[in-house]
């Protein structure tokens, strides 16, 4: 069974979920982040992205870490790309046109959404949202944000989904990272089909339990 070494809140709720989708027995070894730990160091720290360990794994000292057999993948984003090819079916490519178009905008989002979707997200967790300063950070990233989404806009307004007319191994990509940015919530008022596909994608029952998990994990340890 494929080892995913993360934890419900981090970058594994991509896997998490698209496993879930699949139907896909994952084991899950918790590794916390070392930032959410009393003390990450010292032989009673539980594993974490600093741990000697761990590190063999992620030189990055980074999660999420897939171990299937002999392949030990990093980046939560390839990950995905490789379950669905690998056990996916049609959550994954039919052919190399698809494979590629899944490619596209799983990279479209990881280099141009999910930067400004995290520092949104971030102002919201840590409390500067108020804060005149947390006000203008959002703001600027909002700004960054227009540009990929009347892209996602105009492809969504036109499609059901982001790749092949069904819901795939894009959606689940592309869904969790511009969660980031829900954390603002006149976000998508100005992109009303991005925001209805976002909402289907989320109300799937893979992407509830897997929320559901995330929810139950304490955020500091
Ligand atoms: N691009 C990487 C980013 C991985 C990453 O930064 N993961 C965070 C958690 S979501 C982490 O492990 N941080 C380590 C730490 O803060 O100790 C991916 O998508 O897998």
Redesign the pocket.
């Known amino acids: 069974m494929p080892v995913l070494y993360g934890a419900h809140r981090?970058?594994a709720t991509r896997n998490l979920w698209l496993a879930g989708e699949i139907g896909l027995e994952l084991e899950l070894r918790q590794v916390w982040?070392?930032?959410r730990l009393d003390r990450a160091d010292g032989p009673e720290a539980p594993l974490?992205?600093?741990s000697r360990e761990f590190l063999e794994l992620s030189p990055?000292?980074?999660?999420?870490v897939l171990v299937d057999g002999d392949l030990v993948l990093?980046?939560?984003?390839a990950i995905n790309l490789y379950l669905a090819r690998r056990y996916g079916g049609d959550l994954g490519p039919r052919d190399e046109a698809e494979n590629a178009l899944m490619t596209q905008w799983t990279l479209f989002a990881a280099t141009s959404m999910e930067e400004p979707g995290l520092a949104i997200q971030n102002a919201y967790t840590y409390g500067r949202a108020d804060t005149e300063a947390g006000q203008s950070e959002i703001a600027h990233m909002v700004e960054r944000l227009g540009r990929p989404l009347r892209a996602l806009e105009r492809h969504l307004s036109r499609e059901r989904h982001m790749v092949g007319g069904r819901f795939t191994v894009a959606d689940v990509n592309l869904a969790e990272i511009l969660r980031y940015g829900q954390a603002h919530e006149p976000l998508l008022a100005d992109y009303p089909s991005t925001d209805a596909w976002l909402r289907a994608c989320q109300a799937r029952p893979a992407f509830k339990a897997m929320w559901e998990k995330r929810s139950a994990e304490p955020m500091w340890l």
């Not at 990055?60 to 999420?64: D, V």
């Not at 990093?74 to 984003?77: C, G, I, K, N, P």
């Open positions: 981090s970058r982040q070392a930032y974490n992205t600093r990055m000292g980074a999660i999420p990093t980046e939560s984003l």
